[in-house]
């Protein structure tokens, strides 16, 4: 190979690598070595921060469904007991001189 052809694959191999570093790859790269691989751009969170703001958000769902289960369990006791006392009137035998 003479030198012309050497400078011209030189020239395509640099071209091609400044290309890449300065595209797409190069800042996925720069981002791995700054440490914000897998960081949102829109709010700036890494994996591992949004993963934590995702349980915190859970855990506070969880805890609102307990309170509406208790209260669920609270109405289903009050309805027994309203049903209960509607079957003792309807079991009670009505006097003889009642009219009503």
């Known amino acids: 190979m003479d030198s012309a052809g050497a400078f011209a694959l030189f020239l395509a191999v640099g071209g091609t690598m400044v290309a890449l570093l300065l595209g797409p790859v190069g800042q996925a790269v720069a981002k791995r070595l700054a440490g914000k691989a897998g960081s949102d751009p829109k709010s700036g969170l890494t994996t591992g921060e949004?993963?934590?703001?995702?349980?915190?958000?859970?855990?506070?769902?969880?805890?609102?469904?307990?309170?509406?289960?208790?209260?669920?369990?609270?109405?289903?006791?009050?309805l027994e007991f309203a049903e209960?006392?509607?079957?003792?009137?309807?079991?009670?035998?009505?006097?003889?001189?009642?009219?009503?």
């Open 50 to 78: 949004m993963a934590a703001e995702r349980l915190a958000d859970m855990e506070s769902r969880l805890i609102e469904l307990d309170g509406i289960a208790a209260h669920v369990a609270e109405l289903e006791q009050r």
């Open 84 to 100: 209960r006392l509607l079957t003792q009137h309807e079991a009670k035998p009505a006097l003889p001189g009642d009219r009503s």
